[in-house]
């Protein structure tokens, strides 16, 4: 039987492309994970890892657009559950997340050449902004990564003529929707009625889980970030903050 020749070596050249970016991935993963809890708690983490620690404590959460969706609420719950609350942890999900964003650059190589599909996944290991916010807490990196890969598998479901690629492109868009989700609903709320609600509601909850209960839960906005944030309903579960000079 005759061998495509041709093939064989499209074959050998996507075998040596596909190496090279799982090792630019397998670098990227380390510069993001290397002393990944060694700087302490931006305000805007510190927030967020509040609320965090808040619903794993009391199961209730609601949307606030000011902090898009509910995917890291929920993922870094069962993290923290299962590893403990500190600041690696807080930024793990991000980190491993962003880390695997320069597979995306595989997606594109029927469009690119083999240098460039190389090139594309180097860029979006070690540009400087993707690595810094992939060692932070926040969504800006993980609603890149996902749309990103659905960008990538509408393309290679036109390219492959695989409708499969369909399915998932749609499946990594609507996570992607869970990450920065920000709609607000029309019309205003009166000031201190959904907070008096929602204390009322949080109270109630922990009493009933044997919880113990020093006055009403804190607003939405949590508390003041200085020196150390953390829950008290939730003790020993703590994150670094910078204190303030004086």
Known sequence: MAIDSERVRRWLSDER??????????????????????????????RVAYWTLRYEATGLWHYRPIVHGPFLF?????VFSLFGANDFTLR??????????????????????????VALSLLLAFNPFLLYYSRFFRNDVL????????VGLFVRAVDAGDHRYLYAAVAVVALGFTTK???????????????????ARLSALLVRRGRPVAGSPPPPGGPPVAGRIADRRVPGRRFSAPRRRR
Do not use: K
């Open 143 to 150: 609603v890149a990564t996902f749309m990103l890969l659905g």
């Open 17 to 46: 492309v596909l190496a090279a970016i799982l090792a630019v991935t397998a670098a990227g993963l380390v510069a993001r994970l290397f002393a990944l809890g060694h700087r302490v708690a931006q305000w805007d983490e510190g």
């Open 74 to 78: 929920h993922v870094d719950a069962r």
């Open 181 to 199: 989700l920000s709609l607000r609903r029309g019309g205003r709320r009166r000031p201190g009625v959904h907070h008096e609600g929602e204390r």
């Open 92 to 117: 793990l999900v991000v980190a491993i997340v962003g880390g695997l964003l320069p597979l995306a650059a595989w997606l594109f190589r029927e469009r690119l050449r083999d240098s460039e599909t």
